[in-house]
């Protein structure tokens, strides 16, 4: 099932299943709160009502109650090439590398424009990633019972300043921008994507592909993921977790490409769709 969020007659969020080219009502006030329900509450919820999907903006499918969970240098290659970069010495963690990114104000939905200040940056970078949706509110997760715990999958555009990146020497400021964390258009149901450790996940940048690889080259896959976050620490239903981009990312290239005015992104993830967002830099 794929879950969306759109703006109804009111102009405000409201809950949807995607059927076809048609959205049934939830209803939920949200659907983090509709997630929140105990699994067997949930299709009491699914109304008769229907509006077609061609007459509403999309919203970002769930807003989590905090901050948006990232993972940095999950991918082996795109670790590489930014040590190549900064002319390190590659070292793999023993532990996933977590930060968050803030919220609500970085979150953006499919086709909104991102609003971007070139008095803040000049290196606005790109990074495809596949985002997990928790499900169900928990603490101190094995990695057998981690994927229990997933209600569904989305397309995720970690956007990123690089410069402030580097001169606040951590992650936090330089990736809660405003406009910086694009996700969606909906969320496909955890069933319906069965592995999510075997999927294509690409980027393409007005057309031309700049990232193609497999959620297969993760160096921590999404049940260690989950069991190294829980730890010691709840994770509530609606939380959202990136889960690392791969190679290929602008910062990388020679030369640099960073994000220019006008430019059209696209993540591509299999079993999920089409994630796209314009840029406007200003």
């Given at each position: ?12 969020p ?64 795109h ?13 793999l ?19 909104q ?23 169900t509110?928990?603490?101190d ?19 990123t ?19 910086c964390?694009p ?17 294509e ?17 993760m ?11 829980s ?20 910062f ?31």
């Open positions: 099932m794929k879950f969306v969020s759109y703006v109804n007659s009111n102009g405000f409201a809950p949807g299943l995607l059927e076809g080219e048609s959205i049934r009502r939830i209803d939920a006030p949200s659907l983090r709160d509709y997630i929140a329900l105990p699994p067997a509450q949930r299709a009491a919820q699914h109304t008769s009502e229907t509006i077609a999907l061609a007459k509403v903006k999309l919203d970002a499918p769930v807003r989590p109650l905090r901050n948006i969970f990232c993972v940095g240098r999950n991918y082996l290659e670790a590489k090439e930014g040590a190549a970069i900064f002319g390190q010495e590659l070292k963690p023993d532990v996933p590398t977590f930060f968050t990114k803030a919220t609500p104000t970085s979150i953006a939905a499919h086709e424009t991102l609003k971007l200040e070139a008095k803040v940056s000049s290196e606005y970078d790109f990074e495809a990633e596949l985002a997990v949706i928790i499900g509110t928990c603490k997760v094995t990695e057998a019972d981690a994927m229990r715990v997933i209600f569904g999958y989305t397309a995720f555009n970690d956007v300043a690089r410069d402030l990146q580097r001169a606040h020497l951590q992650w936090f400021k330089g990736k809660s921008l405003d406009y964390s996700y969606g258009p909906w969320i496909v149901s955890a069933d319906e994507i069965g592995d999510p450790g075997k999927l996940i690409m980027f393409h940048l007005n057309g031309v592909e700049k990232q193609h690889s497999n959620t297969s080259k160096i921590f896959d999404i049940p260690r993921l989950i069991a190294e976050l730890k010691g620490m709840t994770l509530l239903a609606g939380d959202v977790i990136a889960t690392g981009t791969p190679e290929g990312v602008g990388a290239r020679k030369p640099p490409e960073f994000l220019k005015d006008g430019d059209v992104m696209e993540v591509k993830i299999e079993k999920i769709g089409v994630l796209r967002n314009t840029v406007s830099i200003a």
